[in-house]
């Protein structure tokens, strides 16, 4: 079964420290792509990085990187130099061939909270 | 552009009564897709559409269908609300097929739905 798990419910980091939020996926696909995207307060989803299963770099996009694991099945994300306006919730996501088409399947996210 | 737009806001029904969501985009994408989020848990896919004048169903499609008669829209159809389907649904798009994996959805802003 297709399956992206977040283990950690809750963070809590240091304004200005990185912190990692972790996610590991389960598919038999040798083709995917891995998401993450932010959820704040307001309640929009808000994309952040991309990663391909053929990508051999990790993705990077600003003071997110995204922590490629593939034989470990693991696309963990790291934040660097943590503000407050990171404070929210996160959510890996998977995207997979299915028939019909592509679909998205997502975690159950982690909430982020940066400390002053 | 408007991007991905969604009414109504907030909504709320009495159990066995009907209501569409109607989801709207500007970016002429293919593919339109609708969730739903509870809490505690990441984002559900109902169903999704690949294109104008089709439909699959996603991981949670009972009690909800759904039309694409034009390639902007996507409507979400409650039959018989039940309490069940107290929810937050978010509408997102994203473009084309052949390179679908690695296509990021751009998200409406949400729908509250409450069933009493």
């Known amino acids: 079964a297709q399956k992206i798990t977040q283990t950690q419910p809750g963070m809590f980091v240091q304004e200005k420290e990185a912190v990692t939020l972790d996610c590991t996926y389960d598919?038999?696909?040798?083709?995917?792509?891995l998401f993450w995207y932010k959820q704040p307060s307001s309640g929009e989803m808000i994309f952040l990085i991309y990663?391909?299963?053929?990508?051999?770099q990790n993705a990077t996009e600003g003071r997110y990187s995204l922590n490629f694991q593939k034989a470990r099945k693991s696309a963990n994300l790291v934040i660097s130099a943590s503000q407050l306006g990171d404070s929210a919730m996160y959510f890996c996501?998977?995207?997979?061939?299915?028939?019909?088409?592509?679909?998205?399947?997502f975690g159950a996210g982690t909430r982020l909270f940066v400390k002053a | 552009n408007a991007g991905v737009t969604q009414t109504p806001k907030f909504r709320v029904l009495k159990t066995g009564q009907s209501m569409t969501l109607l989801c709207a985009q500007d970016m002429n994408h293919e593919y339109m897709y609708w969730y739903r989020q509870d809490p505690g848990m990441g984002l559900r896919l109902i169903h999704y559409s690949v294109g104008e004048g089709t439909t699959a169903k996603g991981e949670v499609p009972d009690g909800y269908n759904v039309s694409r008669l034009k390639k902007q829209n996507f409507l979400l159809g409650l039959e018989s609300a039940a309490p069940s389907q107290t929810s937050v649904y978010f509408c997102a798009s994203s473009p084309d097929t052949t390179s679908g994996i690695y296509n990021e959805q751009f998200f409406g802003p949400g729908t509250r739905l409450t069933v009493l």
């Open positions: 996501a998977m995207r997979v061939l299915s028939t019909g088409g592509f679909k998205t399947i």
């Open positions: 598919t038999s696909d040798q083709s995917y792509g």
């Open positions: 990663q391909g299963s053929y990508d051999e």
